[in-house]
């Protein structure tokens, strides 16, 4: 029977099993049960489905590996693994971390402070003094290549192992090694400079004797601090006092959330009333803090004045915060520290970015292993060989490092160069302006990318909102209809001409229509004109928008005189929000005749289009959370005293509050499939005593110190009921430039594109479908809310039965899934072209970078623009930031930063390629030279009856590895199989990269062939046609070698470049002109003969002909599918 399959869920972990509460709608909670239910299959009862019996199809089982720990994990990294567990459990022994606690502060008085908190100073340093040369050493010798030429080096200090000259092994290793310290060392100090530079910022400290100046570093908690204009805020701080008449300033948070929008923030009122600065030493308050957290967006804390009778208490929350690495951008503020160093909300927030490791290192590291197996082989064959006569051990040492050469020292330094050559290709591109490179180590995963997780709002949209659609229920305004709506404007404010108490002529004729219209207030309601009046009026004053003035240089006086005469200036206003939807219906509402011109703690005004102020006092202000998605503001208007409470926010927050209609929810989606992002707008008018008895009870909840969100939010919900539903307004996000033809692109090479966003789901999918992430005709399966394990498994079963449609599903939903059949729901989901998650918190994306790399083993790369995208960034394999509206968080912390989404194409088709196909040629080309000496000194051996006798000694070895083949073999970076346009023109070129196949055991095994049969040759080559003499065998091959070597390297290249021309010429030149000191190893009349030159030229020719040969055949009769495109 079907309610018997069993459906193993993911293991998560042996006590703790997340599961889904259906009382509580996207709750989770961790239960103790026993271990042995993870075990149990999920056992579907008929009872529970009551579906056909197909519903209840297997999905794939659970492959859940558990990992066997024998000798060959042990040996096989299991040691590391186990290394480390002990070096954390020693830290955590030896540094306990200290519990952070809630503290009281008392204003100005450090010494009053009960615990030792930390120093205010930044520090970036990975090492110090003692630590930086030991740190160096251990971070490059942990690798396995370092490591082996660590120990080969080493092995020659010992006389019986001894080959060769000391500096032929430890020149190499010394050079790569003072290269990477150089390098460390510079950026070190580039590091302690920095801090040095932060920690040295001089602010002003208030002291009983008046201002001092202290170094940031020196700041404690409990100082009052002084911050200037432009100033960046040492610590976190509460804001205490501001030069700002109206008690508030704003800040810019760039450097901490990513977002450009300035901040609002307001003094606390106690201290901002006070005479003089002076005056905070003559008061006894202090602040009561929550302990330091990581959520920079919420605070809880209480002011308290003592010595006042009664006492006075205020609540703190976020708007009085000014947290470190902020700016100050309007005022001079006063605040006292309440957190220092790392207990700041920027540094707590701080992640630092795992080292990436990109695969085609990984995969030059498995065949350097692979090549340290076949030289212990070779070494135990030679010694077989031999007989095992003597101290066989010795010689099986000798022999180990006389092949060290087939793993070659240069090919890190060769592959890191390389990096570096593609990162400066790619920000020197004139097709993608302002790429940067940030991280120079993984250019080549861009050639490898299989899924790409982008975010929607600022990536594949402009994140510029523009004002589109009015609908008030039963008639509906778009842009071309927008005239009518300032015509009604102008007709309803044109018989009011004076609403305030301003000495104006016309005061009595303005009041009588005033009165006119509040008496017969019921019936002009329900016209149209009186709708939209009321609509275009909520929506001027329901937000969190300030008009900014730009001041000009003047004489530091009165403020508010200058303020009066350039409050009008429409040229000279800027509007500042924390969300570009806020800017845009303001905006919107200044086109159609009501502008917002002042704004301050306490009120604001609108100008009309007849030109007249019309002043409101705020009460209360409900800020807009993720939680509510909505917010709220209570005003009182100052001409008749009209207590009125205004809100706006989600269709979804929104449908239960305002009272019942019939068009809200079909308007939404209308409004959602045209890719509109919905607002719902609604009113309240409040008496008097209405209002008094909830401010009575919101102070209240206010000041409490357990469950404040909690009781605040449930004292606001009592005023959220029967609204009067106002208006629906929807605000366009335009599409950024080139989305289309670049997400289509991307899908024809192969690459399966995740839209991960916090929109909700109709916008989501109108984006997918609009910017062509989803074609018009292609299948959509919406995947339907769930809220338990039954049902996610039957809407997994139906999402089985779609075949080739896009996926779209919520995060709430995802939870479910991944909470329970996490394999199974990736596993689906792979297979669909196109998915679209939407309402995704940031560690959600993250979540799902890190499923798709774990579950499927392909590179991922996610591009994302705003603080929100870091995560997900950085959680991929490869990062890319967009530098967008949202600021340069995700920007600075990606590996790559584009200025737009389109540049995306051609960093992966061009740039990306060309890295991946330039370091695999690179890396086994550079594997070859060092196996065809091994090669060569492995006949040599034979022959002279298996002596562990070195062939090339000293310089020769060193000058192989360097100025005779080192300029020829790193010109390869240059190479291009297919030139940009073609790539570009061509996109599945790129499905081709995605396999590996430039860089696999099979290509590698091919270098292999190669270079055993061209070492063979060679040396047998030489050894047969030398004159009675050792030393001509030594000239003959060695000359034949480079030659070789020359005549390999211009076999590979596909695309000639002037650069290569000159690195062989220069190399031959080289090595021609230093044969004439070379007298120790050649024997100089020798090589000045005919002989010689023919019998080099015959061995050369003999070792590269067949190749050659080969490769015209090759692409004669089998050619790869971009020679196909080239001719």
């Known amino acids: 029977m079907a309610d018997s399959f069993p459906l193993n869920p993911v293991r998560k972990n042996s006590k703790l099993i997340t599961y889904y509460n259906s009382a509580r709608h996207s709750r989770y909670s961790l239960e103790d049960e026993p271990s042995n239910l993870d075990e149990m299959p999920l056992m579907m009862s008929e009872e529970g489905f ?84 030991p740190g160096v050493l251990y971070q490059q010798f942990k690798f396995f290549l370092n490591l082996y030429f660590l120990v080969v080096a080493c092995s020659q200090f010992v006389p019986s192992l001894k080959i060769g000259y000391l500096y032929t092994y430890w020149a190499p ?52 601090i002084i911050v200037e204009k432009n100033q960046r805020i040492p610590a976190d701080m509460i804001f205490m006092r501001t030069s700002e008449k109206n008690g508030s300033c704003f800040i810019r948070t760039d450097q901490l959330d990513g977002e450009t929008d300035w901040k609002l923030k307001v003094a606390v009122g106690c201290t901002q009333r006070l005479p003089a600065v002076g005056d905070l030493f003559s008061i006894s308050a202090y602040v009561y803090a929550q302990k330091p957290q990581l959520d920079i967006h919420s605070f809880e804390g209480n002011f308290t004045r003592e010595d006042a009778d009664p006492q006075v208490h205020e609540s703190l929350n976020i708007e009085n ?26 540094v707590l927030n701080t992640s630092f970015a795992k080292n990436k490791v990109g695969l085609l290192d990984l995969e030059l590291n498995r065949l350097t292993k692979a090549l340290f197996l076949a030289q212990v082989v070779l070494s135990v064959v030679m010694i077989a060989l031999q007989g095992f006569v003597g101290p066989w051990f010795r010689n099986l040492f000798r022999f180990i490092v006389l092949f060290s050469y087939i793993i070659p020292i240069s090919l890190r330094v060769n592959l890191d160069m390389g990096k570096s050559a593609y990162g400066w290709m790619i920000m020197k591109d004139e097709n993608i302006p302002g790429t940067v490179v940030r991280t120079s180590t993984i250019p080549e995963e861009l050639g490898r990318v299989v899924y790409l997780l982008t975010d929607k709002t600022g990536t594949l949209t402009q994140n510029e909102m523009i004002f589109k659609r009015l609908h008030l229920g039963t008639v509906s305004y778009g842009t071309d209809t927008m005239d009518e709506i300032q015509s009604l404007m102008v007709q309803s404010y044109a018989p009011v001409t004076s609403q305030t108490s301003t000495s104006v002529p016309s005061v009595p004729s303005g009041t009588t229509p005033l009165r006119k219209t509040q008496q017969s207030g019921p019936k002009v309601r329900k016209s149209v004109s009186s709708r939209v009046h009321e609509a275009v009026k909520a ?61 301050d703690l306490a009120s604001l ?145 192969g690459i399966k594109i995740w839209m991960l966003t916090g929109d909700k789901l109709e916008t989501a999918t109108c984006i997918a479908k609009s910017s062509h992430l989803v074609s018009r005709s292609q299948d959509i399966h919406v995947f339907r809310p769930i809220s338990s394990r039954g049902e996610a498994h039957l809407e997994l079963n139906a999402f089985r039965r779609k075949h080739d449609c896009a996926l779209v599903i919520s995060g709430d939903s995802l939870e479910v899934c991944l909470s329970y059949y996490e394999h199974e729901f990736v596993e689906l989901a792979c297979q669909c072209p196109a998915v679209v998650c939407c309402r995704c918190s940031p560690t959600q994306k993250a979540q799902i970078v890190r499923l798709l790399a774990q579950h499927t083993s392909n590179r991922t790369c996610a591009i994302g623009d705003g603080g929100n ?132 055991f099979k290509t590698f095994l091919i270098w292999v062939l190669i270079s055993v049969y061209q070492g063979g040759i060679l040396m047998y080559g030489a050894l047969v046609l030398f004159e009675s003499e050792f030393v001509h065998v030594v000239a003959i091959s060695f000359t034949a070698l480079i030659l070789t070597e020359l005549l ?35 024997d100089l009349s020798f090589i000045t003969t005919w002989p010689f030159l023919w019998k080099v030229s015959a061995i050369t020719l003999v070792s590269c002909l067949p190749l050659y040969i080969i490769k015209y055949l090759k692409r004669k009769f089998s050619p790869p599918s971009y020679s196909k495109l080239s001719s």
């Open 50 to 133: 009551e579906n056909d019996e197909s519903d209840y199809q297997t999905l794939p089982r659970a492959r859940v590996n558990r990992r066997q720990r024998g000798l060959g994990w042990f040996l096989c990294g299991g040691w590391r693994v186990l290394c480390g567990s002990c070096f954390d459990c020693l830290v955590r022994v030896f540094r306990r971390k200290k519990i952070l606690k809630a503290r009281t502060v008392w204003l100005g008085c450090p010494e009053k402070c009960e615990e030792k908190y930390p120093k205010n100073g930044i520090k970036n340093q990975k090492y110090n003094v003692f630590t930086f040369v």
């Open 539 to 599: 929506i001027a004053l329901c937000h969190n928008v300030t008009p900014v003035y730009e001041t000009h240089a003047s004489v530091n006086g009165e403020p508010e005189s200058a303020e009066a005469d350039q409050d009008f200036s429409d040229d000279n206003r800027t509007y500042q929000a924390s969300s570009p939807d806020e800017v845009a219906l303001v905006r919107w509402t200044e086109s159609v005749g009501l502008t917002l011109v002042n704004r």
């Open 321 to 346: 915060t000014l947290w470190a690495s902020t700016v100050v951008a309007s005022g001079t503020v006063i605040g006292v520290v309440i957190y220092t160093g790392k207990e700041t909300r920027s």
């Open 1048 to 1082: 390999m390297v211009a076999l590979t290249i596909r695309t000639w470049h002037w650069l290569m021309v000159v690195a062989e010429f220069s190399s031959l030149g080289c090595y021609l002109a230093s044969l004439a000191f070379l007298n120790e190893y050649f």
């Open 869 to 1000: 995208d870091v995560s997900m960034i950085q959680a991929a394999h490869c990062g890319i930031g967009i530098e967008g509206k949202e600021g340069k968080q995700a920007s600075l912390a990606a590996d790559f930063s584009i200025t737009q989404f389109k540049h995306i194409g051609r960093l992966l088709m061009v740039h990306g390629r060309n890295s991946y196909k330039r370091s695999a040629a690179l890396g086994q080309f550079v594997m070859h030279r060092g196996m065809i000496i091994s090669a060569m000194q492995a006949v040599f051996s034979s022959v002279f009856f298996f002596a562990s006798v070195p062939l090339y000694q000293g310089f020769l070895m060193v000058g192989y590895a360097t100025i005779y083949t080192m300029f020829p073999v790193f010109s390869l970076v240059l190479d291009q199989d297919v030139k940009p346009e073609m790539a570009l023109l061509y996109p599945e070129l790129y499905k081709d990269l995605t396999k590996g196949r430039s860089l696999s």
């Open 605 to 749: 005004q609108l100008r009309t289009p007849s030109g007249q102020i019309l002043s409101f006092y705020i009460l209360q202000i409900f800020p807009f959370t993720s939680e509510s998605k909505r917010m709220g503001i209570i005003l009182r208007e100052e001409s008749t005293g009209d207590i009125t409470f205004y809100m706006k926010g989600a269709d979804v927050a929104m449908a239960s509050i305002v009272q019942y209609n019939d068009w809200l929810e079909e308007e939404c989606g209308n409004m959602a499939r045209e890719g509109l992002r919905t607002l719902v707008v609604s009113k309240k008018s409040l008496s008097e005593e209405q209002y008094q008895d909830f401010e009575n009870r919101y102070n209240q909840a206010k000041l409490s110190i357990h469950d404040r969100g909690l009781k605040v939010a449930a004292v606001v919900e009592s005023l959220e009921r029967e609204m009067e539903l106002l208006c629906l307004t929807g605000v366009e996000d335009q599409l950024q430039a080139d989305v289309r033809p670049t997400l289509e692109l991307l899908r024809n090479a």
């Open 173 to 224: 290793l010394g050079f790569v090694m003072a290269v990477t310290m150089a390098r460390e060392a510079v950026d070190e100090v580039r590091r302690y400079q920095r801090d040095k530079e932060m920690n040295s910022q001089l602010y002003s400290k208030l002291t009983v004797r008046g201002k001092i100046q202290v170094k940031s570093s020196d700041i404690q908690v409990g100082d009052l």
